[in-house]
């Protein structure tokens, strides 16, 4: 079974700060991990993935999140908030290759609010 | 670019109504997912499918049921809807393989009242 944590529902960050939102994971084999963004009254859209190879993903609109195994972590950070930022970040994991066990599990979402 | 799509971006039923959700992808994915978003919850499966006319429970199918009689498209049905069915509703779609992303929906905002 698999699990994801995202501790804050809210964070708030002034405009050109640094951005961290947190997740932890727990999983019986090695996961994949995601993060996805969801704007305003929109479907959620892909941020980036951790496949297991490089540990520190880049993902688009200058965000990246790092995989560390021994705080089973994927924590989510981009270096200076811009305005439109501004959405809900979901965390989730998938067990790979777990015949019948394709699904993604999410996180309870973190809502970040840019101050100007 | 994939391309999941969905038939409302909201709608208002009544309680007992039959209310019909559709969605469709263009990617030829195999799988599909119909998913419940609510605050401070998540997202939550109801139902996905790995093939046509496959369907799987998610972990909240209780008050759904689901159809997917082509590859493309993947319906939820809510056979007498309820008050605490009011929610957002998404549809997602991946390839049949392990851990493939996940691509979703514009989502249906459902009211029912």
């Known amino acids: 079974a698999q699990s994801v944590t995202q501790l804050g529902s809210h964070v708030s960050v002034s405009e050109g700060a640094l951005v961290l939102l947190r997740c932890n994971y727990s999983s019986s084999v090695p996961p994949y991990l995601f993060w996805y963004v969801q704007y305003p009254n929109q479907g959620l859209q892909l941020l980036l993935k951790y496949t297991s190879a490089a540990t520190l993903v880049k993902g688009i609109n200058g965000f990246e999140a790092e995989f560390k195994k021994s705080e089973t972590s994927f924590h989510l950070t981009k270096p200076s908030a811009h305005m439109s930022d501004a959405a809900e970040y979901f965390c989730a994991v998938i067990l790979p290759g777990v015949f019948g066990n394709e699904k993604l599990t999410f996180g309870t979402g973190t809502r970040l609010t840019i101050i100007p | 670019d994939v391309k999941v799509t969905q038939s409302s971006r909201y709608l208002v039923k009544r309680t007992g109504e039959k209310v019909f959700l559709e969605c469709v992808q263009d990617?030829?994915?195999?799988?599909m997912f119909w998913y419940r978003q609510d605050p401070g919850l998540g997202l939550r499966l109801i139902y996905f499918s790995y093939d046509v006319k496959m369907k799987e429970k998610g972990d909240i199918p209780e008050g759904y049921s689901v159809s997917r009689e082509k590859k493309e498209r993947f319906s939820l049905i809510l056979e007498s809807a309820s008050t605490n069915q009011t929610s957002m509703y998404l549809c997602?779609?991946?390839?049949?393989?392990?851990?493939?992303?996940?691509?979703f929906g514009p989502g249906t905002r459902l009211l029912v009242l």
């Open positions: 997602a779609s991946s390839f049949y393989r392990g851990g493939e992303t996940q691509y």
């Open positions: 990617m030829d994915h195999e799988n």
